[in-house]
């Protein structure tokens, strides 16, 4: 598997994944843990803000381009099958694309709209709050996690001599 182009794929999905880990961590270890000490109206209107801003920042081309990676990575793994750690490789871009892309589309993504499309001064924020808290919460756990692996495996491919 030794190529310029899988060691370079692989630099590139472990740096862009770790980065999104950090994003991740940062959100789930003491962001939200913030937003929950504030008063329900608060917190929702910080994570709309949030939610608002990070469409126009650096995260989105990042949040992209780290998925486009991992599915080279899942594509590079399957063309190197017969070679040793083409099929971690593999395993990495599909956790990625399925614990950080699809988690974000399915679970985060909508829970976000949800919570735009509330009143400010809505009676059901004290109720609404806590589930998007820990529902939210919970799930992007899984996408720091499933970064964090993916990072994890390309450094191990990238120092086991793999590429």
Same mark, same amino acid.
């Given at each position: 598997?030794? =190529?310029?182009? @899988?060691?370079?794929? !692989?630099?590139? *999905?472990? %740096?862009?994944?770790?980065?999104?880990? +950090?994003?991740?961590?940062?959100?789930?270890?003491f962001i939200?843990?913030?937003?929950n000490?504030?008063?329900?109206?608060?917190?929702?209107a910080?994570?709309?803000?949030?939610?608002?801003?990070?469409?126009?920042?650096?995260?989105?081309?990042?949040?992209?381009? =780290?998925?486009? @990676?991992?599915?080279? !990575?899942?594509? *590079?793994? %399957?063309?190197?099958?017969?070679?040793? +750690?083409?099929?971690?490789?593999?395993?990495?871009?599909?956790?990625?694309?399925?614990?950080?892309?699809?988690?974000?589309a399915?679970?985060?993504?909508?829970l976000?709209?949800?919570?735009?499309?509330?009143?400010?001064?809505?009676?059901?924020?004290?109720?609404?709050?806590?589930?998007?808290?820990?529902?939210?919460?919970?799930?992007?756990?899984?996408?720091?996690?499933?970064?964090?692996?993916?990072?994890?495996?390309?450094?191990?491919?990238?120092?086991?001599?793999?590429?």
């Amino acid at each position: 598997m030794s =190529s310029i182009f @899988v060691t370079t794929l !692989l630099w590139v *999905a472990a %740096l862009s994944s770790g980065i999104m880990a +950090g994003v991740y961590f940062a959100f789930s270890g003491f962001i939200m843990q913030a937003f929950n000490k504030l008063s329900a109206s608060q917190a929702v209107a910080a994570m709309n803000v949030i939610n608002v801003t990070i469409l126009r920042s650096v995260f989105m081309p990042l949040f992209f381009a =780290s998925t486009i @990676v991992s599915l080279f !990575l899942v594509i *590079a793994g %399957l063309f190197y099958w017969s070679e040793t +750690g083409a099929g971690l490789m593999m395993v990495a871009g599909l956790v990625y694309f399925i614990g950080m892309f699809i988690c974000t589309a399915i679970f985060n993504v909508p829970l976000n709209n949800r919570l735009a499309s509330l009143e400010p001064d809505s009676e059901n924020l004290n109720k609404i709050w806590p589930h998007y808290f820990q529902t939210w919460t919970n799930w992007n756990h899984l996408r720091a996690v499933s970064s964090l692996v993916t990072c994890v495996v390309c450094i191990w491919l990238l120092s086991s001599n793999y590429c």
